[in-house]
Antibody, heavy 119, light 106 residues
Framework: QVQLVQSGGGVVQPGMSLRLACAASGFTFSNYGMHWVRQTPGKGLEWVAIIWYDRRNEEYAESVKGRFTISRDDSKNTLYLQMNSLTVEDAAVYYC????????????WGQGIPVTVSS | IQMTQSPSFVSASVGDRVTITCRASQGISSSLAWYQQKPGKAPKLLIYAASSLQSGVPSRFSGSGSGTDFTLTISSLQPEDFATYYCQQAENFPLTFGGGTKVEIK
């Protein structure tokens, strides 16, 4: 069965960095595009980034462009989100999610991991 | 593309028919998904391509619409359906979600 298990969240101070990971199993990871989505009580669900299955293209939300980097290691079946220059606005529960074939519908999600940014 | 859901809150009873609407700020063809989220859990894909039922999702859930106006219908509400529902457009990046509709027990 498809599983996405997330790790790496925590509490950081503004301006610091954090890397999230999402370990995939139960499917051929290298064949799928993968997303990061975040959720806050105030802003709801906010899409963050996508990396395509061939790693040739990435897309980012304007709010994170230049600060966050999505990457993948197909040999480890793992997706990453490197988050730099964090602000309080980045505090959220972060989810990784698999892109359904042909369109960016998110058919499987990780369990979610909280990121707190506080001084 | 902005996604606007209505209503924000629905109070309903088991067995009721519930309809949630989602409007896109511009045409998105049929590139729309619906998700269900329960407290403390990740969203779950229910409907994709506006009207296609995701595998394993009960047939009481259905979706319709195209262009800018979409509908999620639960034909007979069950106890496990009390949750928050979100629409999401997949036509363009950035992907965007509606603000959510919370379905609560009357």
């Amino acid at each position: 069965q498809v599983q996405l298990v997330q790790s790496g969240g925590g509490v950081v101070q503004p301006g610091m960095s954090l890397r999230l990971a999402c370990a995939a199993s139960g499917f051929t990871f290298s064949n799928y595009g993968m997303h990061w989505v975040r959720q806050t009580p105030g802003k709801g669900l906010e899409w963050v980034a996508i990396i395509w299955y061939d790693r040739r293209n990435e897309e980012y939300a304007e709010s994170v462009k230049g600060r966050f980097t999505i990457s993948r290691d197909d040999s480890k079946n793992t997706l990453y989100l490197q988050m730099n220059s964090l602000t309080v606005e980045d505090a959220a529960v972060y989810y990784c999610a698999r892109r359904r074939e042909q369109r960016s519908y998110l058919d499987f999600w990780g369990q979610g991991i909280p990121v707190t940014v506080s001084s | 593309i902005q996604m606007t859901q209505s209503p924000s809150f629905v109070s309903a009873s088991v067995g009721d028919r519930v309809t949630i609407t989602c409007r896109a700020s511009q045409g998105i063809s049929s590139s729309l998904a619906w998700y269900q989220q329960k407290p403390g859990k990740a969203p779950k894909l229910l409907i994709y391509a506006a009207s296609s039922l995701q595998s394993g999702v009960p047939s009481r859930f259905s979706g319709s619409g195209s262009g800018t106006d979409f509908t999620l219908t639960i034909s007979s509400l069950q106890p496990e359906d009390f949750a928050t529902y979100y629409c999401q457009q997949a036509e363009n990046f950035p992907l965007t979600f509606g603000g959510g509709t919370k379905v609560e027990i009357k």
